[in-house]
């Protein structure tokens, strides 16, 4: 561990020097990339010279305490803090050093189905939908909805939107699976409880040079916008549907009023499909790896159930319950996001370990 920290720091330094020179800030691609591996390395080494600096106190204090004298007492307190601290300390870095996932950085593309249970499904799905966007503008990021398939109740049987801000993907990625809601329907006469369910899947948005897309496999539509029903709520072409032939993948964007903006908003949706394709692929390739308790691979999984008769809500990976339902459907989401993202780690550094 310590020789991977000595090296990193000795590239820490090495950034530093080159963030200093004109020629690396004249570059623009050369300084935002350095900057980067600037930022990332950032935490690693400033806890690395903290483990140093206390190492540092405790050896001092030892050498106190083999002096014997009247300053014993004080050093042997320093020394034991010190010693306690290291420990800590050394844990911490372990974390840090697990390999960060290239992804954690990027925006993320949301799609909520509407599962089992029809109409009450639907109107789950708008919970969903409503939930991560509470979220996302308390915790800083922007949402941006690009398709919504509505019901006549205001359900959705299915909505996709953007989440583009700082560290997006390393938030929401926990959040592919199947969710599952319990709770009394408004339309129930006999206040019997029912189970719906309706599934997420998070795609991290992808940058053109990573998918190839040959624009001769795409077939563009142009379409009127539909309404709750399906009937147009305008005039003009300005929806977009983009058919990739070697996939059969298809993606359909309405929301803005411009064609070309659906168009460009349908195109990051296909590269963010393909995207998580590609990385699938790689995935399954690397049978020896280790699985992760957590993941974020099988959305057929049903990862979390949200009981409304008990005001709870239970995530099924990591066995952990909340009890404030309602503040938890009105965004206050960010205690399960850390934990899911703590269980992750952990799972991680012990799979380094082993």
Do not use: W
Request: glycine share 8%; net charge negative; with cysteine.
């Amino acid at each position: 561990m310590f020789n991977r920290l000595n090296e990193a720091e000795k590239r820490f330094d090495e950034i530093e020097k080159s963030l200093a020179d004109p020629e690396t800030t004249s570059n623009q691609a050369e300084f935002t990339k350095l900057m980067k591996e600037y930022k990332n390395l950032t935490p690693i080494i400033e806890k690395y010279r903290e483990y140093k600096k206390v190492s540092s106190d405790m050896e001092g204090a030892r050498l106190l305490m083999d002096e014997g004298g009247e300053l014993y007492d004080m050093a042997l307190e320093e020394y034991k803090d010190c010693k306690e601290r290291i420990v800590v300390i050394e844990e911490e870095l372990k974390l840090l050093l697990i390999p960060k996932d290239p992804n954690d950085d990027k925006n993320v593309i949301v799609e909520i189905r509407a599962g089992a249970g029809g109409e009450e499904a639907a109107l789950f799905a708008s919970v969903l939908y409503r939930m991560y966007s509470m979220y996302s503008a308390t915790a800083g990021f922007k949402t941006e909805l690009t398709g919504v398939n509505e019901t006549g109740l205001g359900g959705f049987k299915e909505v996709t939107f953007l989440i583009s801000g700082e560290g997006a993907y390393s938030r929401f990625k926990f959040e592919s699976g199947v969710h599952r809601v319990q709770r009394v329907p408004e339309t129930e006469t006999q206040g019997r409880i029912h189970t719906s369910t309706a599934t997420v899947a998070v795609l991290p948005e992808a940058e053109d040079v990573e998918v190839e897309l040959n624009m001769g496999d795409v077939v563009v539509e142009t379409c009127k916008s539909s309404g709750a029903g399906g009937q147009h709520v305008n005039k003009t072409e300005s929806a977009i549907r983009l058919i990739h032939k070697p996939t059969g993948i298809v993606v359909e964007c309405q929301d803005e009023r411009s064609q070309f903006k659906n168009k460009d908003k349908a195109f990051k949706i296909l590269r963010a499909k393909l995207y998580d394709m590609k990385m699938q692929e790689q995935s399954d390739k690397i049978a020896s790896e280790r699985k992760s308790q957590v993941g974020t691979g099988d959305r057929s999984e049903r990862i979390r159930t949200y009981n409304y008769p008990q005001g709870r809500v239970t995530d099924h990976r990591i066995g952990f319950t909340i009890y404030s339902l309602e503040s938890f459907l009105n965004g206050d989401i960010g205690e399960m996001l850390d934990k899911l993202a703590t269980a992750d780690a952990a799972e991680k550094l012990k799979g380094e370990n082993n």
